[in-house]
């Protein structure tokens, strides 16, 4: 089955303890991309990927960074996470022509 | 980047099309026109898109004004499934990979 999977779904921590949200996408897409959902702010883009060793900086990426070793896969690294980042996140890959993202389940983060 | 404005909300009965307008009045000639929704706090479901010509699939169908300045999703028969909130999202020309999702239409159906 097509799907973007994310681990781990829920996680509470706290500032300043560094962790990672894992990302991974069985469909070959070499597009990648993170995003937050926030309420009454939308889901808002902090970084993609547009292949392996190619990423750029989307609309929030500050507190965040990636990596795209690995074409299937797109860690969002928080290394000093702070009460802000409080957030549902989704992972999306895609493919061009037609781009048609594809969402991953979503991770919801706490930190206190 | 092009930006879109969508209503906040709209209701529609079962059975019934849904409508759902979008402006994108500075939309540049090579930038498409994409709607995904979101139901709850699931992912986003892609449902359609398209560049000047209409478009259709077994979701929708995509009715794009001539001057390309806003666009039209239709829902031909809602259900209550349908019910989530839908975002009509022009993607920016020098980039494959950057999206901006606006605030999208809470579409209720309803029995």
């Known amino acids: 089955e097509a799907q973007v999977t994310q681990n781990p779904r829920y996680l509470i921590t706290v500032t300043g303890k560094k962790l990672t949200v894992t990302c991974s996408q069985n469909?070959?897409?070499?597009?990648m991309s993170w995003y937050r959902q926030d309420p009454g702010l939308g889901l808002r883009q902090i970084y993609y990927s547009m292949n392996v060793e190619v990423t750029d900086k989307g609309d929030v990426p500050e507190g965040y960074k990636v990596s795209r070793k690995e074409k299937r896969n797109f860690p969002l690294i928080l290394e000093s996470p702070s009460p802000n980042q409080t957030s549902l996140y989704f992972c999306?890959?895609?493919?061009?022509?037609?781009?048609?993202?594809?969402f991953g389940p979503g991770t919801r983060l706490t930190v206190l | 980047d092009a930006k879109t404005t969508q209503p906040p909300s709209m209701d529609c009965a079962e059975g019934r099309a849904a409508n759902l307008p979008c402006n994108h009045s500075t939309i540049s000639g090579n930038e498409y026109v994409y709607w995904y929704r979101q139901i709850h706090s699931q992912g986003p479901q892609y449902i359609i898109h398209g560049l000047k010509n209409n478009e259709t699939n077994e979701m929708a169908s995509l009715i794009i004004t001539e001057d390309r300045k806003s666009s039209t999703l239709i829902l031909p028969h809602a259900t209550l499934r349908d019910t989530a909130v839908y975002y009509c999202i022009v993607r920016v020309a020098d980039s494959w990979g950057k999206f901006q999702f606006g605030a999208g239409t809470q579409v209720v159906v309803t029995p």
């Open positions: 469909m070959n897409h070499e597009y």
């Open positions: 999306a890959s895609s493919r061009p022509p037609d781009n048609e993202q594809f």
